[in-house]
């Protein structure tokens, strides 16, 4: 089974902090994508990346960051966090050209910024 | 530019068919999809059509689509209360996928 594991399920911070969310994949798979979930907004890209050390902005990128230094690892970073930014955040995989099979996404990261 | 909507809400009872509606605006989409969300927990792919077909039945579940109208439906049949989650449709033409708000299905017995 393809595994796509988020560091973290739950996660609070404060405002100013800068915090890191971590995605790890065991498939070898090439893209890798961070959204985040809101009632009513449904899921919005924030980045991705299609491959190692690069990255490409989604529909909300502002206040936020990425990192793709090993194709299995994508990190999301969020500078210097405010409350605007507490939502779910979930990781998604896709191997180039599958999208017959769609994205894997992993289990979420629910922050709270206080 | 791409753009996916889902009603937010439904509430169906024990054994009633449910059917979940998503319309989307890119007409180049190749594929679309239909993602379940448990509580607490990350998406996973229900079932997916092909831009080139009208209909897909899989045991319980039924898509359909329209592609003149840009409408996609997913009917699940015999609706149980393991079926309560929320549902999101998606639509894509290159690696990136687009997805609707989210439909809430609420099943009472």
């Known amino acids: 089974d393809v595994k796509v594991t988020q560091s973290s399920r739950y996660l609070v911070k404060r405002t100013g902090e800068k915090v890191f969310l971590e995605c790890v994949q065991d498939m070898d798979h090439e893209n890798m994508f961070w959204y985040r979930q809101d009632p009513g907004l449904g899921l919005r890209l924030i980045y991705f990346s299609y491959d190692v050390k690069m990255k490409e902005k989604g529909d909300i990128p502002e206040g936020y960051s990425v990192s793709r230094e090993k194709k299995e690892r994508f990190s999301l970073i969020l500078e210097s966090a405010s409350t605007n930014q507490t939502s779910m955040y979930l990781c998604?995989?896709?191997?180039?050209?599958?999208?017959?099979?769609?994205?894997?996404f992993g289990s979420g990261t629910r922050l709270t910024v206080v | 530019g791409e753009d996916v909507e889902q009603s937010l809400f439904l509430s169906v009872r024990e054994g009633d068919s449910s059917v979940i509606n998503c319309t989307y605006t890119d007409s180049s989409s190749t594929y679309l999809y239909w993602y379940k969300q448990e509580p607490g927990a990350g998406l996973q792919l229900l079932t997916y059509i092909f831009s080139n077909m009208d209909m897909k039945q899989d045991q319980r579940l039924t898509v359909l689509l329209n592609k003149k109208d840009k409408h996609l439906s997913l009917r699940i049949a015999d609706t149980q209360t393991g079926d309560s989650a929320i549902y999101f449709c998606a639509e894509s033409h290159t690696d990136k996928l687009i997805f609707g708000t989210g439909t809430r299905l609420q099943v009472f017995p």
């Open positions: 998604a995989i896709l191997r180039r050209g599958d999208r017959l099979n769609g994205y894997t």
